[in-house]
């Protein structure tokens, strides 16, 4: 199973530390720790979004526009491109929903790695573009381009509507239940799923003539006989999908106690502020 330290050390053909320390002017050791440091607070932030309906609306569509993070994601250290500081605030906005925790995370990864915040503050959207073009290879291997290219298509054709109709089918808000698009109700159930949700099952009725005549059919039709189970559901593909792609969020790497600690309470203050 993929996870973000293995994505890190694929990144530019191995050489994203390297990429990294020429940028910054550091050692290529240090930007290796500057990753290792960031990489915890990358998997929590990602996990946290995958527990909700919002943060995969996040997750996926940040997925959908990820083909220039996936492009920096294999560029093999020739250079830094131009637009790479808006696709890195898009990244960081899939993984952590609010910059307030892009900029604890980057003070606290500092301390760990021994850089200035300042420093750690401008790396950030660096690696977190070369994550989500990470994401995004792993999500087109894992059978997921059916999905992004189709959200992709509604923000070109419909703006955030069609996107947004995806997601309201999701959620069961915003629209009919005959207006309802089938892409919004698989979406719905498949991430219904994933986050443990069930849906209610009709009941049967049972007493008055009604359920006189169906027991007396079912003894006429041999209904005391055990019936074979029904077969089970067969795998979908697009749920397993999903559920690789939230394996990839792991970090990868033992994390240090402390560290872990120390973002908990980041993500711990900013969620009793909400």
Known sequence: MVNLFEIMQAAQGGNAYNTLAQQFGIGTEQAQKAVEAVLPAMSMG???QAETMEGWQKI???L???QNSAQF???DGDGIPDNLEDQGQNALGAMFGAPQISEAVATQAAQ???LPATMMQQMLPMIATMVLGGLFKGAMNNGLGGILGQMMQGGQTGGMGNLGNIFGGMLGQGMAPQAQSPAGGMFGNILGQMMGGQQAQPQPQAGGLGGMFGNILGQMMGGGRPQPAPPPPAPDPVASGLDMLKG???TGKE???TQMDALQQI???FTQRK
């Open 46 to 48: 990602l996990q946290q």
């Open 60 to 62: 996926l569509s940040s």
């Open 64 to 66: 959908s526009q990820g």
């Open 73 to 75: 994601f294999d560029s």
């Open 112 to 114: 760990f790695a021994g």
């Open 248 to 250: 990839m969020f792991e």
């Open 255 to 257: 994390v240090q106690s």
């Open 267 to 269: 993500f711990g203050q």
